[in-house]
């Protein structure tokens, strides 16, 4: 397997998975929207050769594709996978101890490696300012770190084995940073790097932190891993990457001996400022918010380094990619760590976090004289209290019931559901809770609610397939088109604030009542932009789930609420762009436009269609 970056980048080419752009290309908004293109289109990784402004090459799209990533991985994968299955199963171990040699043999082969020597990263030390800054989205505060991997160790255990390698966006420039002095960090305080830092502060000691860049794609991919209780980050780089984590120590930061580059510096307690905007995977900027600051002690290049980076926006991107890696090398872990559940998808499509699907185990229900979730709550309850799954607002859940479901077949199992969920029953509401950092829609940062619409049972109803008469020539809500069965989307006059909104949803409620609840149409989603959210399945579930917080912006015909519990005959979800939420991702025209050169005839990027 590859030692390094270059060796990956040249395997790729070998084989048909890179291009070489030789034109000089812009670090600002051009290469992020080249990427963005090429993505698209499926096509290769990129070799940036010419970077305006700084003297290293840069590499972007490494897993844009499963098939290539899995082509970078391939003499490991089915190593790393036994490894993890033992992890998730260890009685597995007991019972075949003969068949689980090898895993053994590749997690005692992997254990990280230090030497006295820092190996090549060391042998240029530069600036920040040396790098090459890329910014992606017009509104970005500045440039931005987009594959780091950020390592830290516990101030309580030093050492590596009780280190967290994450992948935190940083940020080089812009704001109110001193450029070539320091950077921000963007994570969450319940990561691996914000409880080393809790330490930290609590023994009042600056935390030293080394942020990686570069190096073998397998450190990369082992920095966004969620592995199991007790596997490193860096044992499982070393199992991905076929051999270990070589590491050293200097002015006792951690270096990476195989990075490209290596940025070291220290977090000082209460030392935040502003970070951000950010363009991010839900589509939307992520705002200007404190964070902490990293003061830089050195930054160091290896020779002939290359700078990797991705591009986030609106899924599907290359972090779909990541996504589909870990959920192919984790398998099963959910069902250990969720019992009862047989299968959870975060949607891609709805920038993952704000929506979940799932299929559990109704085993209440010989006791029941109707069929009803009864289960599958303890098992929604589970899994909106279990890692990233937390972050969800949206979880729809059901059980198989003499039908195979998939949730990967998103239509056919909400579909499903409609049919069955009984809304003045199996509707639960999460109110003043968490939900991601990233999404808006919510009544602060971290702040919004959840629900679930958990269903189960016989057959309730029919679903429409076109727009019931019912629901036409509402005045004010007049273009209305089905976005799935079951659900119309309607276009809504525009949203001023909550107080004259919930006048025009008791008035739209009343209209809705007075011709007689559409059976048939369980849901309604009121949009700024109907036709947009009826085009595809991806258009719905983006603007319905990213642009929604539950506890604001669900409505109901016919609602009551009976001993604190809510229901309606059905359900109004308004989805339209609120003040508070963050704008939506827009490239910049006249990039798009002057980037055609490389598409163009002769143009290093001629063969790809875009």
């Known amino acids: 397997m590859y030692r390094n970056l270059e060796e990956c980048v040249i395997d790729l080419e070998r084989n048909g998975h890179l291009v070489r752009v030789r034109e000089e290309v812009d670090p600002y908004l051009e290469m992020a929207a080249i990427h963005l293109k090429v993505f698209e289109a499926g096509g290769p990784a990129l070799l940036f050769e010419r970077v305006r402004g700084s003297k290293y090459r840069a590499v972007s799209n490494l897993f844009g594709t499963v098939d290539r990533s899995k082509f970078i991985f391939r003499k490991t994968w089915d190593a ?5 299955a033992l992890r998730n ?12 040699i090898g895993a053994g043999f590749s997690a005692l082969k992997a254990l990280p490696k230090k030497s006295s020597a820092s190996g090549p990263v060391t042998q240029h030390e530069i600036q920040i300012s040396d790098l090459p ?13 987009t ?7 516990d101030p309580e255990k ?47 000691d600056p935390l030293k932190v080394s942020i990686f860049v570069g190096g073998p794609p397998a450190h990369t991919l082992s920095a966004v891993m969620p592995l199991p209780e007790g596997l490193s980050e860096v044992l499982f780089a070393g199992m991905l990457a076929g051999h270990r984590f070589r590491y050293s120590y200097i002015d ?47 930054v160091y290049a290896k020779p002939n380094a290359i700078w990797p980076f991705t591009v986030v926006g609106r899924p599907p991107q290359e972090d779909t990619a990541f996504g589909e890696l870990i959920h192919e090398l984790t398998g099963d872990a959910v069902k250990q760590e969720v019992p009862g ?70 239509i056919e199992f909400f579909s499903y559901m409609l049919e069955r969920i009984d809304l003045r029953r199996d509707l639960h509401f999460y109110t003043n809770t968490t939900i991601d950092t990233l999404d808006y829609s919510g009544t602060g940062l971290n702040s919004g609610s959840k629900v679930v619409f958990a269903a ?142 490389l598409f163009a005839k002769g143009g290093s990027l001629s063969g790809i269609q875009i």
């Open 133 to 145: 800054l890329i910014q992606h989205w017009p509104m970005d505060g500045g440039a931005f770190v």
């Open 341 to 410: 559940v047989k299968e959870v998808h975060a949607v891609d499509a709805a920038g993952v976090h704000p929506l979940l699907l799932a299929i559990g185990s109704e085993r209440y229900t010989p006791y029941q004289k109707v069929k009803q979730p009864a289960e599958l709550l303890t098992i929604a309850n589970r899994i909106l209290g279990t890692g990233q799954l937390s972050l969800a607002k949206y979880l729809f859940i059901t059980a198989e019931d003499g039908q195979a479901l998939s949730t990967h077949r998103e």
């Open 147 to 153: 594959l780091p991997q950020v390592y830290s160790e």
């Open 89 to 100: 199963n260890p009685m597995a171990a007991l019972k075949h101890p003969f068949n689980n």
């Open 80 to 84: 790393v996978q036994n490894v993890i």
């Open 456 to 597: 189960y049972g016989d057959k309730k109803r029919d679903l429409c397939t076109e727009v019931p008469e019912a629901l036409k020539g509402i005045r004010g809500y007049e273009a209305v088109h089905l976005a799935l069965p079951g659900v119309v989307a309607m276009k809504a006059p525009a949203f001023t604030d909550y107080a004259q909104v919930q006048k025009e949803m008791e008035e739209l409620c009343g209209v809705l009542q007075a011709k007689g609840t559409v059976q048939s149409c369980p849901i309604i989603v009121l949009c700024d932009d109907s036709e947009f959210v009826s085009a595809s399945l991806s258009n719905f579930v983006w603007v319905t789930f990213t642009r929604s917080n539950p506890s604001h912006d669900m409505y109901g015909v016919n609602s009551v609420t009976e001993h604190k519990h809510w229901g309606c005959d059905q359900v109004i979800i308004d989805a339209r762009t609120k003040p508070h939420q963050a704008p939506p991702l827009i490239p910049d025209p006249t990039v798009e436009k002057n980037m055609e050169r």
């Open 252 to 298: 006792g930061y951690c270096i990476s001996r195989d990075a490209d580059f290596v940025i070291t510096g220290e977090i000082h307690p209460g030392d935040t400022k502003p970070e951000g905007p950010f363009g991010d995977h839900l589509g939307y900027y992520s705002l200007t918010h404190e964070f902490p600051v990293m003061k830089i002690h050195k």
């Open 158 to 204: 030093p050492g590596i084995m009780n280190s967290n390698l994450g992948m935190y966006r940083v940020q080089l420039s812009g704001n109110d940073y001193e450029l070539n002095q320091e950077v921000g960090l963007h994570y969450q305080i319940h990561r691996g790097i914000g409880v080393h830092q809790a330490k930290a502060v609590k023994q009042g």
